[in-house]
């Protein structure tokens, strides 16, 4: 099975006690979840079973030592995680409304995540083909989205496949929202891409939506996977153009159902694979990938039924009693 490396942050998620508007006389309470959106595909990868690393940075504190415990004990390789007084580990304070939608205030920057750099990566790190995982977080000051952008370089000249999850969060710019053209850099740098209709459309900007998907592939992507909330997804390659419906659940925080889906894309990906070798040719294989989004759905299901974010991530055990 081909290992699944994911780069970014790592953070604490502060989930409120309230749910939508329904507060009562009772105080707000943030309860803390080990998160980030890289993070949570390591530990979703690992959790399927998937020989799964993190590489990035936490702070040398407290939720630093809380979150490499927690990705620890799920099974994710920390060799790879650096430690820094320089800076502090990220927090965000996530809100639910009643449908388990969520807003986020982040602490961040300054953080240590993005004090992450080439010189930190381990020796070797790519010396034998995996996945590479990426979000566009990690592209949120020049400095960390050079790392990324030279990282997804490097994965791809040595054989892995490079996974982009554009994940926007816009009010983790400083503009207050995202780069379009830095962040499609790195769409452009991936052979999977993973993004949301809200985010395709405010990417593509006034481009037909047609036209600026046949610009991914024609830049490198090899397959588009486009979600819309518990809606059907949206498969997409050079050849293959096909939707997938998700199992209907009742969704109580959805904080991890998008890493959940991705980590549970990327799990059969390893596999075949693992098996099969990296050919070139997992991306023309119609049954292989829409096999791969009706497991992501199923993992994507589990996750929003249950709170936080490492907490609510499916095993393979999970997948099997859900309905």
């Not at 942050?9 to 707000?28: C, F, H, K, Q, T």
């Not at 390591?42 to 702070?59: D, E, I, K, T």
């Not at 909330?229 to 293959?240: D, K, N, S, T, W």
């Amino acid at each position: 099975m081909l290992p699944v490396i994911a780069f970014g942050e790592a953070l604490v998620d502060m989930l409120s006690s309230r749910l939508g508007e329904a507060a009562g006389d009772a105080p707000e309470t943030f309860t803390p979840y080990a998160g980030g959106a890289p993070a949570n595909v390591a530990v979703a990868c690992a959790r399927l079973g998937v020989p799964s690393r993190f590489l990035g940075m936490l702070g040398d504190d407290h939720f630093g030592d809380f979150l490499a415990a927690e990705l620890a004990a799920h099974g994710v390789d920390t060799s790879g995680v650096v430690r820094t007084r320089e800076a502090r580990t990220a927090l965000a304070f996530v809100s639910r409304d009643a449908d388990g939608e969520r807003t986020f205030d982040f602490y961040r920057p300054p953080a240590a995540d993005l004090l992450y750099r080439l010189e930190h990566l381990p020796a070797g790190v790519f010396a034998a083909p995996a996945i590479l995982h990426l979000c566009s977080n990690s592209l949120t000051e020049p400095a960390i989205a050079e790392t990324t952008l030279a990282m997804a370089a490097m994965a791809r000249r040595t054989g892995s496949l490079v996974s982009v999850d554009a994940n926007l969060r816009h009010n983790l710019w400083t503009e207050g929202e995202a780069d379009i053209g830095l962040v499609t850099r790195l769409l452009d740098a991936a052979d999977l891409l993973k993004l949301s209709t809200d985010e395709l459309d405010y990417l593509r900007g006034d481009h037909p939506r047609k036209a600026w998907l046949a610009e991914r592939l024609a830049a490198g992507a090899r397959a588009i996977v486009i979600t819309d909330g518990p809606g059907e997804v949206r498969l997409m390659g050079a050849e293959i153009d096909t939707r997938v419906a998700p199992p209907r659940v009742q969704a109580v925080d959805t904080t991890a159902g998008g890493d959940a889906f991705i980590g549970g894309l990327l799990a059969e990906l390893a596999d075949h694979l693992g098996r099969h070798g990296s050919d070139g040719a997992w991306h023309r294989d119609e049954a292989l990938l829409t096999r791969a989004v009706a497991t992501a759905c199923r993992c994507g299901a589990h996750a929003v039924t249950r709170p936080g974010a490492y907490a609510a991530l499916p095993t393979r055990e999970d997948l099997a009693r859900l309905r």
